[in-house]
């Protein structure tokens, strides 16, 4: 199949990030684009660039290189758009990639456009700030915090209206949602609409995995079943294209996009864009 001619690669340099979701442990990588329990080495933007570089010599399909945390890359800025701006200038050829929690993306539309960023995926777990207010403990933006409902209503603001800018402007949008049974299984599909409605061409429901240490592996919640999963998905599907086979994978994965075995990987199993 074509897409075993192509690999991606992932590179942290964003340790940083502007919210806190009660499934994540900020000490791992983000959930959101990572399995739990991992640490990537943090990069600075002239490190990603020669590990891109030496990457590309021994993996010539590689062809999108994205940046994924392990905090959120856009509360990372400098760090972000310096390596896009290494990786643009001196690899032109490769496609770039962003993976964001949203809530900063209104402030990055016109970087991300500049830069020639083709995909990115945002996390949006709820479009009901009520629904948010459970997922999310805080949201830290411009200088000062906000909790409870007040920070779920900024973060849902914000991740549609960037999801619109950038849509708007070419890019293509895809959306993460973390299914967090008993919070958001029955409103996922209100997600799938509205996202579809800003412009987002594709919805990846990825059932909850507990970061240790999390909020919500101490109150003890519980996975999904995969049957829930598959019912979730299946009612978005009707919708808008859904993503079954992600594999969720780490901040600094290196691999052959649609490699289900995880031969000749780096670091973890290939994710689709
Ligand atoms: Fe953790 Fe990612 Fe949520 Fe930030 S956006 S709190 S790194 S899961």
Redesign the pocket.
């Known amino acids: 199949m074509a897409h075993h001619y192509f690999a991606r690669m992932h590179v942290a340099v964003a340790p940083k990030?502007n919210?806190?979701?009660n499934?994540?442990n900020?000490k791992y990588d983000?959930?959101?684009e990572s399995r739990p329990g991992v640490v990537s080495k943090v990069l600075t933007p002239q490190e990603a660039y020669a590990k891109v570089r030496s990457t590309l010599a021994s993996l010539p399909q590689l062809t999108v290189v994205g940046i994924a945390?392990?905090?959120?890359p856009l509360a990372n800025p400098q760090e972000t758009f310096e390596t896009f701006g290494l990786l643009s200038e001196g690899l032109p050829e490769l496609q770039l990639c962003l993976s964001t929690?949203g809530l900063q993306l209104p402030d990055y539309s016109e970087a991300i456009v500049r830069h020639r960023i083709a995909h990115v995926t945002v996390?949006v777990n709820a479009v009901d700030p009520q629904i948010g207010a459970e997922i999310y403990r805080a949201v830290f933006f411009r200088g000062k915090a906000y909790r409870g409902r007040d920070a779920a209503e900024l973060l849902l603001h914000n991740q549609l209206e960037g999801i619109r800018q950038i849509a708007e402007r070419g890019v293509k949008v895809k959306v993460n949602s973390v299914l967090i049974p008993g919070v958001n299984d029955s409103h996922l599909i209100k997600v799938t609409e509205a996202v579809k409605a800003a412009g987002a061409f594709s919805h990846n429901i990825m059932p909850l995995i507990l970061s240790p240490g999390s909020v919500y592996e101490k109150e003890g919640r519980k996975e999904p079943a995969p049957s829930l999963t598959l019912q979730v998905q299946a009612r978005s599907e009707a919708v808008i294209p859904v993503m079954r086979h992600c594999r969720q994978c780490r901040s600094d994965a290196v691999g052959l996009i649609g490699d289900d075995l995880g031969v000749k990987t780096e670091n973890a199993p290939a994710r689709e864009y």
């Open positions: 990030c919210i806190n979701c499934y994540c900020i983000c959930v959101s945390g392990p905090g959120d929690n996390t």
